[in-house]
């Protein structure tokens, strides 16, 4: 084999990998079907599930802060997930947890007996598409791959090996570099990201209460209903 045919069977290649790149991310949309917030996320390889990767704030005020936290970490252990974050000052803590995607909304409700709920967001971002996306030219490149080692069994000259080796090298290395992609993507669906803050509750002392009940009672002065 020349290195004009070599040069010739990588252009084929190419354009093999990205006719195999739009097919599989054809494939991919069409088997999709949209679900409920809330249901578990499926592997893209012939799902048909929508991947959701959902996100929660909450903020509690409390009684003891330590107490509620050590609460916290309780429930987090029970609904399976764990504390990926954590900072802790005199009257407040924050985490950042992790939670089984399926487990949140309970989580989120346990969690809230913890004290006051102050506030409470859940937010979902749909990657579906990006997750075609990377699936697609992962299947395309592994193609490739899997090319470029047969091509390599039938190099001849040095400077063939050569040739396809270094592209069989940056091939191979876009592989790795999407399967981590997508396998942390995968993830972030699986496992739903809570950022959870404790606050110690504000106990007005006598002068804090006369403070308190002045300021009402001005302002009954200057409002009329």
Do not use: N
Not at 96 to 121: F, H, M, Q, Y
Not at 142 to 167: P, W, Y
Not at 173 to 193: Q, W
Request: proline share 2%; net charge positive.
């Amino acid at each position: 084999m020349t290195a004009a045919r070599i040069a010739a069977a990588l252009m084929l290649l190419a354009g093999a990998a990205c006719s195999t790149r739009a097919a599989v991310a054809t494939k991919a949309r069409g088997a999709i079907a949209t679900v409920a917030p809330g249901a578990p996320p499926v592997a893209l390889a012939g799902d048909t599930a929508r991947l959701l990767v959902r996100r929660a704030a909450l903020d509690v005020v409390v009684d003891d802060v330590s107490r509620a936290a050590a609460r916290a970490e309780a429930v987090l252990v029970s609904s399976g997930g764990y504390v990926e974050r954590e900072r802790r000052a005199d009257r407040s803590a924050s985490f950042t947890l992790r939670v089984p995607e399926k487990s949140l909304e309970a989580t989120l409700d346990s969690l809230a007996t913890l004290g006051t709920v102050a506030s409470r967001r859940v937010s979902a971002e749909d990657v579906t598409e990006q997750a075609i996306d990377l699936d697609a030219r992962l299947q395309s490149l592994i193609a490739t791959r899997d090319r470029l080692r047969k091509l390599h069994e039938t190099a001849t000259s040095v400077t063939e090996v050569i040739t396809v080796e270094r592209e069989l090298g940056r091939v191979q290395g876009e592989v790795d570099s999407l399967e981590g992609r997508l396998k942390h993507l995968r993830s972030s669906a699986a496992l739903a990201a809570v950022e959870l803050s404790i606050r110690q509750k504000i106990v007005l002392g006598p002068l804090g209460v006369i403070a308190k009940g002045l300021g009402t009672l001005l302002s009954k002065l200057f409002v009329w209903q």
